[in-house]
């Protein structure tokens, strides 16, 4: 299955035109586009700690930059400033900043060798509940989570939403990548309200769509 028929196959899944939609690790903004080319009018709030990828968000948006709101911060599990681990490479992958988080890399280290993680940054930091609550996100019909090992902060930080959201899909890999990842069992047991309701499967770690059971 391509990046759009996955994208096409996630909102084909929440039937409507406007759904909320939660982009968490929003990076250079490459989903977030194909959201909005997808889907007529969706609710649209992405999250960023990243400068630099930030900044090609904005570039890489342009003109629909103003159908989303973009918030420059980290999702976890606590208020305040926390510290990011920047992503770094040489060569062909100059300037990667695919692989930043707010969790410490470890095994990472050895099996992408070629990624190495610059000295860490402090960048503002909110809980998912909080922000929700700021800014009168009730219902969340889809989160998009891409947070590099960071999965247990973003769910230790929001329970409350979690539980008013339909859709999550999330990458996940059973490696330790970064240092106390969840794996995918992991990552359930803490959402005992969601299934998994579809495989995305890669080279070596995989993407999971899970849907909550009772919504």
Known sequence: MSSVEVHQHIL????KPNPVILDIGCNDGT???????????PRLYCFEPDPR???????????SLDRVKLLEIAISDRNGTIDFHPSNADGDAKDWDLSGSIRRP???LTEYDWVRFDHPVSVETRRLDD???????DAVDFIWMDVQGAEADVIAGGMRTLSNTRFIYTEY???ELYEGQLTLQGILNLLPSF???????????GDVLLRNTRL
Do not use: M
């Open 106 to 108: 470890k095994n990472h």
């Open 131 to 137: 922000w929700c609550s700021e800014a009168n996100v």
């Open 53 to 63: 990828a930030i900044a090609r968000f904005k570039r890489k948006l342009g003109p």
């Open 31 to 41: 989903d977030t586009k194909k959201f909005l080319e997808l889907c007529p009018q």
């Open 173 to 175: 890999s059973d490696r």
């Open 195 to 205: 299934e998994v309701a579809a495989h995305y499967p890669r080279a070596v770690e």
């Open 12 to 15: 084909s899944l929440l039937q």
